[in-house]
């Protein structure tokens, strides 16, 4: 299972089919095989996670620390019939969510998980020599809607008014965006390298903002009065850089709803393509690892926009505290984006609840649930995903 992520296959799901990632488009050859029960426990039994639906085998091995319910609640069912579970309670899973189940289709049950199987039988199977990777793929390219074996920039923008069903139905596999492996190179970014670009940049804007306050030359309004000036002294800079946090928030939210959620029109095909360079292609392989955070070099000319823009409406001291609080509320949410998709948080913890809220928005609210390092903003602007769909489980 893990090996098939890192490769890249997986079942197309869309409904239209399947192709492989990096490879060299092998074609499956034989058909799903079938499983006993006795070998689906001694698998379990070995730490894979096996769970059956309608008879239908699946292997989630690799997929149980990214599941929004967390790990353990994937363990506990292991080699177990999760029909009813799909169905809820909690709450029923989306169409989203069960097409990304059947990527991890491995064959079918020769028999039901609950029917009683032989001890010498269990043992046997056991024994059986593991194989490197369970699941049957099917491979049709003409199929689909876009061909896997080349770069996807270049082709989504013919999609056209299927664009936008076919980019919010996710999938489990690598996106490949260039032609040219320096460009592709350019537009992978590991999660650490941001926290290591940005976060000197902030404690040195930080030491300069502050040494600058502390000199007392700072006013504000001084431009309009100097009588009426109000000074600005070293002390208020936690505070200035906490509305610059603030605004941050205001910010990440505004950019994910109205820029990364346009839907553009069906005939630009500029448009499309543009959307998909910018949020599309997160939607359509939301756990490749490499596309969670934002490229540096990207990242600093929108950085440097607006820093001139703060230096346009504010005292310049005034203006870069409030920048770098901002610039320090960015690296937060690029560090929590990445946790949200890839860590496993704690039950109960805010976190949790947050990874819970925007896998949601992923999987079954496209059109809400825009606030990724906080809900707040979904209040006001009447986003908010409905809080009865994530109901506890016990």
Not at 119 to 129: D, W
Not at 189 to 202: D, H, L, N, R, S
């Amino acid at each position: 299972m893990s090996r098939a992520r890192r490769d890249g296959t997986g079942r197309s799901l869309d409904g239209t089919g399947s192709g492989t990632g990096t490879g060299g488009g092998a074609m499956a050859t034989a058909g799903p095989r079938s499983f006993s029960a006795a070998e689906v426990r001694a698998r379990c039994a070995q730490g894979a996670c096996l769970v059956s639906c309608h008879r239908r085998l699946y292997d989630l091995s690799g997929f149980v620390r990214l599941h929004p319910g967390g790990e353990q609640l994937l363990r506990r069912r292991a080699g177990t019939d999760v029909s009813a579970a799909l169905d809820g309670p909690p709450h029923r899973h989306s169409a989203n969510a069960r097409r990304w189940l059947e990527q991890y289709y491995v064959g079918d049950l020769e028999q039901s998980l609950s029917e009683t199987v032989d001890e010498k039988e269990v043992v046997a199977a056991a024994q059986t020599p593991e194989q490197t990777d369970l699941c049957y793929r099917t491979v049709n390219v003409e199929k689909d809607l876009v061909d896997w074996q080349k770069p996807l920039l270049w082709q989504v923008g013919y999609l056209g008014e299927k664009y936008d069903e076919w980019v919010h139905q996710p999938v489990d596999r690598p996106i490949r965006l260039f032609h040219s492996d320096i460009l592709e190179f350019l537009s992978k970014t590991a999660w650490y390298v941001v926290f290591m670009v940005w976060t000197p940049v902030v404690l040195y804007l930080s030491w300069v903002s502050y040494t600058s306050l502390a000199q007392g030359n700072t006013r504000l309004f001084s431009s309009f009065t100097t009588e009426y000036s109000i000074p600005v002294h070293k002390y208020y800079f936690p505070f200035i850089f906490l509305i610059g946090m603030i605004l941050w928030s205001l910010l990440e939210y505004l950019i994910h709803r109205f820029v990364f959620h346009m839907k553009p029109p069906a005939s630009n095909y500029y448009l499309i393509t543009l959307h998909f360079l910018l949020h599309g292609q997160h939607h359509k392989s939301p756990f490749d690892s490499s596309r969670l955070v934002f490229p540096p070099v990207p990242a600093s000319l929108v950085i440097g926009f607006f820093y001139g823009v703060l230096r346009l409406l504010l005292p310049e001291v005034l203006g870069l505290s409030v920048f770098v609080g901002g610039l320090c509320g960015y690296v937060i949410y690029d560090m929590m984006h990445y946790y949200l998709h890839y860590g496993s948080p704690k039950k109960g913890t805010y976190l949790y609840g947050l990874k819970a809220y925007h896998v949601k928005h992923h999987f079954e609210h496209q059109k809400s649930g825009f606030g990724i390092s906080t809900r707040f903003w979904d209040y006001p602007f009447r986003t908010l995903i409905p809080e009865e769909t994530f109901k506890k489980e016990d």
